[in-house]
Every structure is written in structure tokens, then in C-alpha cells.
């Protein structure tokens, strides 16, 4: 017989939470027993897993108990607090938040990226964040063939990324507006509806947000290229939940659309979604719900006096690829 | 007394047109006499100019007698079709579609960035595409402190660049989106309530769209610029009427956030707003109907090793800046 786990989620209500433990049903994950962990408030409701009802319990110190894999999505702080307490009953911590990502001893991991860091984690693996995830899925595969020199990105981030009350927002906003009533953001720091916002988490003395250098410095860490180069525009507009980028891509070698077309029809987590002439292309309303990253309007960059480059567009699930999918990858690798 | 003229506006009941009255009307142009042309369609109904009802006229040959400027908003086949009898006329078509924009005798002007241009027209002069115009008021400044070399450009653009059928397409979609009603995308190939659609105007053999090509033909033709390298993505969002743009640029000589906010700050049709403590930073919201370009999130691009690169974040309004602000413009050179 299989193997069968204790799994904990701890932050079962998010957005994120809620996505995990459908995603541990969907994917037939070998569940012994499941532990749905949130605040005192979400304690004594119940959720749906394999048709049963699981009643939610309070997290407490004492809760990691028997538990082989925690997955970890109610923010960084919670992490934090309670990183010792799970690794020190004996489980693996994955946790979706950026507290662990740039910590040495801890791998950062997606999967179809570098599924090889898992062996050297002590307790604790990172999920990285929802562009860097969705972005390497498709850039990976063409790094190991060519050798990714530098990115020059632009995101196009949906409403999930600031988790259900963000979605939530972008809905009764939309609403109000259309009927002429006054709005307050709450969830964003500007009206999100009809507009866009260059700004996702908290700026930084050089000007770029948090958002933005996070893919730089994962992207780093988990393609193991302390060289490489990035920039990264990240904009939240008025999509739903799938985030889109896109990417302008620099080799060290000549690449051709055709070869990376090849490249990425061949490697896992990726669906080639390319055929312009047929209005076919990566678009968010179609990676919704997806496990796939859609990579489309793959075409030599004219900006370059050689064929180093590449551009190209990229949608995926923000909650699933971004956040719990990959999360409860990272598990069945364990 | 100040000379006065006789203006035509070609495609008055259009989402351009109709602002192009407004502008006339807004910064004070000299108008003697008006004349409103449009289908046989709209003939008859009446638009307000200056508080008075004037009537429009169904556009035939005979409509361009004692013009003496003719703004075109009607698409590039009726501009083409017009063309002759508006120059035999004696009248100078300002014209808002792509018919000649690339043409050698054609000059391709925003006022504020080649206006030396207008001197060799020979009756018609183009209007530039409107992420063109949005770009290139914010880079043209730089450009001529510095030297552009090269530029990756990804657009966030609204709904209004497909004409007022895209504006009131985003909004019927979104309340049928919210209603959970069937949606019947026309105006766009696809749904855009809540996603996006990396796709303007029609793909070439390139793998790019036309719309894509425009920026980097029409900048180079703009800046005197052959050599210019550019490449861009352009993606419609659900945004309602003003275009962002996130740019990435690179110049001949080193330049500092510093230095081009200072540039900026005296570039005319531009207003800095780069202020990210306060959560100042461009948004469509803000932009509409202004006439100024708005530029920020400007920062060193840490994605090189020198400092010839800067990102920066405009948005403008795509109706004006992007099309009946700057034909007005225009007819002010003149």
C-alpha cells in the first residue's frame, strides 16, 4: 500500500487555503488525515474535502501534532511564529509566503524548475511568488538550451493576487461604478476598477517595489544564476485571477520562435497556446483554473540586430500555479 | 483681429470625433465656421459647440469647399477616399487613421516632439497612433538630452482605442459578467470584462501586430530616428479610456532617475507624477481627460550594469493626447 500523509493547511480560509484543499482532492494526493487550520473566528465552520465535511480548528502550537506536511498560506508573520513549532513535531513546513524565500537553508521551489533543491530543505520549503512561479515555468526550459542572460518583464496581475477579499473588491467596485455609487478602496490603494495600479507591495529606496525585485532575487535563487539579469514592471489591472506577463528575453545563444516553440510544447506545466492567425493566444479568462502556465505570441525580438531574443507572453492561474498548486507539487515531491 | 478658420471634423459622432469638437471648443481654437460630417446615418442630428446647436451633415465630396482645415476620425479607407478632394479644395487634412502615416510626403507630428515637421506638409498631415503619441511626449524629451537607443515596450490599453463600440462593449460585458449572463464579444475578439487580450489590429508574418509595429515605425519616422530599436507588446485591458505603458529605455549616454524627472518637470504635455511614499504614480483614472501626458515609476534599470537604462510608467488619455488633443494641436501650429 501507498503511503498516506497527515497534511496540514494552515490558513484553510484564504483564497490560497481554500485552493490548496481543493487541489489535494483533485490531484488524488495520498491524504491519510487533513488538518484545516485558520484564526479563531474561521474555528468550529466546516469545509468540504472528498465529500466530508472537515470542521477547521483554531491553530495552536499544539496542532502540528502527527502531522507530516504543512502547507502554509495565512501571511508571513504566521509563518514566522510558527516555523519552530512544526518542524520541531517532525513536519515539512511548505510555506506560500515570502517570509523563507531568500533564506539559505531553505530551497525555494517550482517543481518543472528545480525540483532537484528538494533534497538538501531542513524542514522548511518555500513556494515562491505567483510571477516568479508562473514566469520560470516558462523560461526554465528555455534557459537549460540557450542561457538566460537577461529579462526585461511587464506584469499584467489579477485581483486574486491580494487574496479573496481582493477579488471581492474588484467585483462590488465594478458594481458601484457602473451604477454611478461612490467607491472606497480598501483591498487596493486606488480605484481597481477600469484602471490599472503600478504599484504591488511596498516600494523600495530604488524605486522598485518588493513585488518587482522578488522575481530578480528568486529567479536567481532557483535557477542558480546569481548573474542573471532582470527588471520587472508589476501592475495590478482588472483581471480576476490569472496573472499574465510580459517577458523580453535575452540569451547567451541564438533562439529562434520556432525552437522555443518546440521547447516549451515539450516541457511539463506548459501549453503552447500560439496560432495568432486563429486569435489564439494566452489570455487570462482561458488559464483560469488551469494547472498549465498558456506561453503565446512567441516571436524574435526586433530590437535586437541578432536572434538572442525572444519575447513572449505568458498567463496562469495565480491561486493555483502562483500559489497552491505548486504548493501541494512541492509535497508530492516529498 | 486673429485670424480665424473654417474646421471639418470628418467622423464627428465617433468616440474621437466627438472629442475633437470638444477640444475646439475647450482650448479656444479660432473657429469661423464648423462644419460636423459624418455618415448619411448621422445626418441631421445635432452636436453642441459653444452652446449652440449645430447640425450635421452627411460628408460628400462637394463638404470641403472654403475649409480651411479638416480634422479625419472616420477610418483609414474614407480618409484615403477623401483625401484628394480635401487637398484640391485648398483645405489641410489633419488625419487620425494609419491611411498615411508612413508616407514620404506625409509629415507625422506631436506638437510637442517634432513640430518643426509641419513645414514640408503638402495639405495632409497624420495624426500618430495613439500609444505613439503617449510614448514619445514623455521620450522625446529624453531622447534629446540623451540619445535613445533602444526601447521595450509593453501597453496597457483601454477599451476606447476600439472606438466608443469598445466602451460600451466593456461595460454591457462587465454587467453581464457580474450577472452571470451569456457574453457575445463584437468590438473585441474575445472576452475583456475582467481579462485581457494580448491582441490590437491584425498579426503579421513577424509574429508581431500591426499596432506593435506602429510604435517603432512611427517613433523612428517622429525622431529622425532609423536606427532607433524598439520592440513592443500591445495588450488591451479592461480599462476604460486612458492607455499606460510601461517602458523600458536605454540611451547612448548615462542618464539618472534624477536628471530625467528634472527633464521631465520641463517637458511640455507631461506631468511627473512620481511620488510612490504618497502612492503617486500614473493611473487611467488620473489621466482621463486630461491633456497631459502622466509619467512616473521612474527608476535606474538594475537590469544592466551601467547606467544608460531607465524604466518609467506613462499613462494618457487615449482619446486626447492619443488622437483629438494632438490633431488640434496640430491645427494650432498650423
Redesign the interface.
Known amino acids: 500500500m501507498a503511503k498516506e500523509f497527515t497534511v496540514a493547511v494552515a490558513g484553510a480560509t484564504g483564497a490560497v487555503g481554500v485552493e490548496m484543499v481543493k487541489t489535494l482532492e483533485k490531484r488524488n494526493f495520498p491524504v491519510k488525515n487533513l488538518k484545516l487550520l485558520a484564526s479563531a473566528r474561521s474555528a468550529g465552520k466546516t469545509m468540504k474535502f472528498k465529500g466530508e465535511d472537515v470542521v477547521i480548528e483554531e491553530m495552536t502550537e499544539n496542532s502540528f501534532k502527527g502531522v507530516d506536511i504543512a502547507l502554509f498560506s495565512a501571511g508571513g508573520d504566521i509563518s514566522k511564529a510558527y516555523r519552530k513549532c512544526v518542524v520541531d513535531a517532525g513536519a515539512v513546513m511548505i510555506d506560500n509566503s515570502s517570509a523563507f524565500r531568500m533564506e539559505d537553508d531553505v530551497p525555494l521551489i517550482v517543481p518543472e524548475v528545480n525540483p532537484e533543491d528538494i533534497k538538501w530543505h531542513k524542514g522548511v520549503i518555500a513556494n515562491p511568488n505567483c510571477t516568479t512561479a508562473i514566469m520560470l515555468v516558462a523560461v526554465a526550459p528555455l534557459h537549460r538550451a540557450k542561457g538566460l542572460k537577461?529579462?526585461?518583464a511587464?506584469t499584467?496581475q489579477a485581483a486574486s493576487g491580494a487574496g479573496a477579499k481582493g477579488m471581492a473588491e474588484?467585483?462590488e467596485q465594478?458594481?458601484q461604478i457602473?451604477n454611478g455609487e461612490p467607491i472606497e478602496p480598501k483591498a487596493f490603494?486606488?480605484?481597481i476598477a477600469?484602471?490599472?495600479?503600478?504599484?504591488i507591495d511596498s516600494?523600495m529606496p530604488?524605486?522598485?517595489?518588493k513585488e518587482e525585485l522578488k522575481m530578480?532575487n528568486e529567479s536567481r535563487k532557483m535557477l542558480h544564476l546569481p548573474e542573471l539579469?532582470?527588471?520587472c514592471?508589476s501592475?495590478r489591472?482588472?483581471?480576476?485571477r490569472a496573472h499574465?506577463e510580459?517577458l523580453?528575453l535575452e540569451f547567451e545563444n541564438e533562439i529562434t520562435?520556432e525552437e522555443a516553440r518546440a521547447i516549451l510544447e515539450a516541457a511539463p506545466g506548459v501549453t503552447v497556446v500560439d496560432d495568432?492567425?486563429k486569435?489564439l493566444?494566452?489570455?487570462?479568462?482561458d488559464a483560469t483554473e488551469k494547472y498549465d502556465v498558456l506561453a503565446?505570441?512567441?516571436?524574435?525580438?526586433?530590437?535586437?540586430?541578432d536572434k538572442r531574443?525572444l519575447?513572449i507572453?505568458v498567463s496562469g492561474d495565480q491561486l493555483l500555479k502562483g500559489a497552491a498548486l505548486n504548493a501541494v507539487q512541492i509535497a508530492e515531491l516529498l
Chains 1, 2 share one sequence.
Open positions: 537577461r529579462v526585461v511587464s499584467y474588484l467585483i465594478t458594481r457602473l490603494a486606488h480605484r477600469f484602471s490599472l495600479i503600478p504599484h516600494f530604488n524605486g522598485y517595489t530578480l539579469l532582470l527588471t514592471t501592475v489591472i482588472p483581471a480576476m499574465s510580459s523580453n520562435p495568432p492567425e486569435k493566444y494566452p489570455m487570462p479568462v503565446g505570441r512567441i516571436r524574435q525580438d526586433i530590437s535586437r540586430n531574443g519575447d507572453f
